[in-house]
């Protein structure tokens, strides 16, 4: 599947406190740009875990690269670096545990280089619905002015007689 490059963003970096905190930014305007609002906050937060364990583990000498991949139904992250060690999962409530509670799929894989870390989360197309009014709740009474008549409104002076009367348009 080819994955239209607006759908796709990567970046090389080295780790720092500073970066995490412009990657956020960078990441919320892709998923704005992508109609992907509801997911800001828990893709940040997943992200700044992944970043922050490369600088931990893997030190702020070395590079990673960090990678979005939108395809309309999910959206995937992942963070590889030069790293040997492979992440552990623990159950302290950080780390790779934040990422699985905040993604609906994760994993990790070696590379030749190092290894890649990733997450998913079901992302689907926002659909654009007509709203439709709900009907009223069950015993809830609901009130109501009376709509003013068109016959209220008076009609302009350039109008013709014989032509229908309409009601202003309401902003």
């Known amino acids: 599947m080819t994955v239209p490059l607006d759908r796709h963003y990567l970046v090389e970096l080295q780790v720092s406190a500073e970066r995490v905190s412009q990657l956020r930014r960078i990441i919320a305007a892709h998923l704005r740009h992508w109609s992907l ?10 992200v700044e875990e992944l970043l922050t364990n490369v600088q931990r583990h893997v030190g702020d000498d070395n590079t990673c690269v960090l990678e979005l991949r939108w395809s309309g139904r999910h959206l995937t ?15 302290e409530g950080g780390g790779l545990s934040r990422v699985m509670a905040l993604s609906d799929s994760w994993g ?20 654009h619905i007509a709203l439709v009014p709900l009907p009223p709740l069950p015993g809830v009474r609901e009130f109501r002015r ?16 014989d032509a229908p009367a309409q009601a202003p348009a309401l902003v």
């Not at 030069?82 to 999962?89: S, Y």
């Not at 990790?108 to 659909?127: I, N, S």
């Not at 009376?146 to 007689?161: I, R």
Request: hydrophobic share 40%.
């Open 37 to 46: 609002e509801l997911h800001i906050r828990p893709v940040c937060r997943a």
């Open 77 to 91: 992250v992942s963070v590889s670096d030069n790293g040997a060690e492979m992440p552990r999962l623990l159950h």
């Open 108 to 127: 990790t894989c070696r590379t030749a280089e190092g290894k890649v870390v990733w997450f998913t989360r079901y992302a689907q197309e926002p659909q």
């Open 146 to 161: 009376t709509p003013a008549l068109v016959a209220d409104f008076p009609m302009a002076e350039t109008a013709q007689a």
